[in-house]
C-alpha cells in the first residue's frame, strides 16, 4: 500500500469533511475509522496490498458528498473520488472499481458482490459490534435532529435501531468472529431500554 498516496488523500478528505460542524458521526473522524477496519479486514482476509489500498481510499471518500447533500449521495461521492484519482493519475481501472466499492456502502445495496464489496460495508456496519455502539447511535440521531431540522422521539429511534441490529449481517469470516457477540449483546441491550420505555 502506498502511504504516501493514503496521507494525501486523508488531507484532501479532511479539508472537505471540514465544514461539517454539525454532523456529530458522519465527520473525518469517522472516514479514519472506517478506513482503518476496513485495512485490518483487508489483511485478515489475506487481501494484495494493492487490494487493501483500493479499499482505503474507498473508505476515505465514502462520507466526502455529506458536504454538500445529505440523502441519496452515493454516486456524488463516487464522482468526487473519481476527480480526485483521476488528478493524481490513478489508474483508470482502479478508479472504476473504487467508485462501485463506494456505491456499495449505500444501506439500501443489500447484496455485497465480491471481498471488497462486503468489507467496505463491514467496516462501515463496525460500531453495531463495538463497545461504542450506543454512543455512535445517539449521535446518528443527534446529526439527524441537527441537520433536518427534526426530533425524533426515543421509542422511534430504539425501534429503528433495533431492526437495523437484527437485519444487517457481518460478511466476512474475520468481521464476524471478533463482532458478532457484542452485536448479540447491543441487541438485547437496545430490547432491553425499549421494554423499559413501554414499561415506564
Known sequence: MNEKLIENAKKYVNKLLMPLENHYYHSYEHSIDVMTRAVYLARKEWLSESDTEILAISALFHDTWFVIQYDKNEPFWAKIAKNYLKSI????????????????????????????????KDADMDNLG????????????????????????????????????????????????????KKVENLKKMIHELEEDWIL
Open 130 to 181: 463495538r463497545d461504542d455502539f450506543m454512543k455512535k447511535n445517539n449521535d446518528i440521531k443527534k446529526e439527524l435532529e441537527i441537520v433536518k431540522n427534526i426530533k425524533i422521539k426515543d421509542p422511534e429511534w430504539k425501534h429503528a435501531s433495533v431492526e437495523l441490529l437484527k437485519e444487517y449481517k457481518y460478511k466476512t469470516l474475520s468481521q464476524k468472529m471478533e463482532r458478532d457477540k
Open 89 to 120: 493519475l490513478y489508474p483508470d481501472e482502479k478508479i472504476e472499481l473504487i467508485q462501485n466499492i463506494i456505491l456499495a456502502t449505500d444501506p439500501a445495496y443489500k447484496n455485497p458482490k465480491n471481498y471488497y464489496e462486503e468489507i467496505i
